[in-house]
């Protein structure tokens, strides 16, 4: 069953499968360390649940039979983190929430369900409230007339970058900066012609899912010479659990050297 709504499940669950980095980690956040009993690979915060708790392969690559053998009464899962066929498979026999978030309000909203299926409501609703609290200064002195041009790079031969329609793509607008591929949708393959003939100022290169290196930047330096190209971190950028928390601050951080370079 794919839940619709969040009052859906008919009792608290007490052994729940996580196939979401981000959200794995609201649920430790949520103190759910009894209930939650296995993860992905690449759910890699918190260290000791990473290390400790059983693991179900990747979040593209499920291990199907395995997640029946613990037979879970919540799956946690995301509509562009995890493959629809294998989530439509596990919704024949468990109970599964798919999340679909592409903004901040979006981000609150997941939280807030989240915490109603856990029995987790007042901790989650604190914890949008703290969130909202701690990315209003943010918003607030975003420049909203004079954004850098900036492409956001998550993948490399070929290079892929972010459509207008994701969450990093909000995440962008939200610090003050312009995504030069925003008429595009989801992530596309781009060259680094298009770099040039859109006029990029500014180049981020995440963290994840490919792990660039300062040797990236070298390399595309090379051939953008006047385009400053910088790492970023893509758990900021692109996780909407409880690291929203952090982000505020790096993003501050970030927009602050941005200026004074």
């Known amino acids: 069953m794919i839940l619709t709504s969040a009052g859906q499940l008919p009792h608290k669950p007490s052994r729940i499968i996580s196939l979401v980095p981000s959200q794995t980690e609201l649920l430790h956040y949520l103190g759910l360390e009894d209930e939650t009993i296995a993860i992905t690979k690449f759910c890699v915060h918190p260290e000791a649940w990473f290390r400790n708790k059983t693991r179900i392969g990747g979040t593209k690559a499920i291990d199907i039979e395995k997640i029946r053998t613990l037979n879970p009464d919540l799956i946690i899962a995301n509509k562009e983190e995890n493959v629809k066929e294998q989530v439509e498979m596990l919704a024949e026999d468990f109970p599964v929430c798919v999340t679909d978030v592409n903004n901040l309000t979006d981000a609150y909203r997941v939280i807030n369900d989240i915490g109603i299926l856990t029995n987790r409501q007042k901790a989650a609703s604190e914890l949008v409230d703290i969130i909202n609290m701690r990315f209003d200064p943010l918003i607030q002195t975003a420049n909203t007339k004079n954004r850098i041009p900036v492409a956001y790079l998550i993948w490399k031969d070929p290079y892929m970058t972010i459509g207008g329609d994701t969450f990093i793509s909000s995440m962008l607008e939200t610090v003050g ?21 859109r006029n990029c100022e500014l180049i981020l290169l995440s963290s994840e899912p490919y792990p660039f290196k300062q040797k990236h930047i070298n390399e595309l330096q090379k051939e953008l010479p006047g385009t400053r190209i910088i790492l970023a971190d893509g758990e900021m950028f692109s996780w909407y659990g409880s690291r929203l928390l952090l982000a505020p601050d790096y993003f501050m951080t970030l927009m602050s050297e941005l200026k004074l370079s």
């Not at 900066?177 to 003939?197: H, S």
């Open 177 to 197: 900066l312009r995504n030069i591929f925003a008429d595009q949708t989801r992530y596309p393959e781009i060259t680094v012609a298009q770099l040039k003939t």
